[in-house]
T-cell receptor
């Protein structure tokens, strides 16, 4: 158990809908990261938050947004869902914000868009 | 941005043999290189990492080497066991000085199969 908690574990929704994925980082970690992993694909970096502020952005679609709250939990919002958004979404956390901090992954949220 | 290439994409070895996975990166500013093991449907788990001020690191049957000049790093697993079968990802961490962020860029992954 990495200490990073993600909910829900599984989610099935229809095209055009909106979903919210939730993440609680490890105790004491201030950074939260979101990654997308499609079937047979690698891990694509989406976004990094540190202590409530956005710090780095990857190839995140405009239909996707994220935020980190004062209690440090984070939410990833996916809207106008398309079939191609079906993937495993990982949240990860680390203590600090800079390069070199060990990053620990949660168990992921499986999203299926039908 | 950073680009990480990983080879081979699949690797099959006999139990007890060694396995080597190689990665190259493009951004000379990258300074931290972790390796993750991912079993089917599970989270990536950190197995070993190396920082840019070190050339080699070993942890039991696993070792990682880093060549900063050539911008490549490798994972070595000795005496492989069936439970080593998984997908292995290398990654490179690049500091974002403008915004003090941390972007971990992953290679495409290597599916390692250890045959009993």
């Amino acid at each position: 158990d990495s200490g990073v908690t993600q909910t829900p574990k599984h989610l099935i929704t229809a095209t055009g809908q909106r979903v919210t994925l939730r993440c609680s980082p490890r105790s004491g970690d201030l950074s939260v990261y979101w990654y997308q992993q499609s079937l047979d694909q690698g891990l694509q970096f989406l976004i990094h938050y540190y202590n409530g502020e956005e710090r780095a952005k990857g190839n995140i679609l405009e239909r996707f947004s994220a935020q980190q709250f004062p209690d440090l939990h984070s939410e990833l919002n996916l809207s106008s869902l398309e079939l191609g958004d079906s993937a495993l979404y990982f949240c990860a956390s680390s203590v600090g914000r800079s390069s070199g901090n060990t990053i620990y992954f949660g168990e992921g949220s499986w999203l299926t868009v039908v | 941005g950073e680009n990480v290439e990983q080879h081979p994409s699949t690797l099959s070895v006999q139990e007890g043999d060694s396995a080597v996975i190689k990665c190259t990166y493009s951004d000379s500013a990258s300074n931290y290189f972790p390796w993750y093991k991912q079993e089917l449907g599970k989270r990536p788990q950190l197995i070993i990492d190396i920082r840019s001020n070190v050339g080699e690191k070993k942890d039991q049957r696993i070792a990682v080497t880093l060549n900063k000049t050539a911008k490549h790093f490798s994972l070595h697993i000795t005496e492989t066991q069936p439970e080593d079968s998984a997908v292995y990802f290398c990654a490179a961490s690049t500091p974002h000085y403008s915004n003090a962020g941390n972007m971990l860029t992953f290679g495409g992954g290597t599916r390692l199969m250890v045959k009993p």
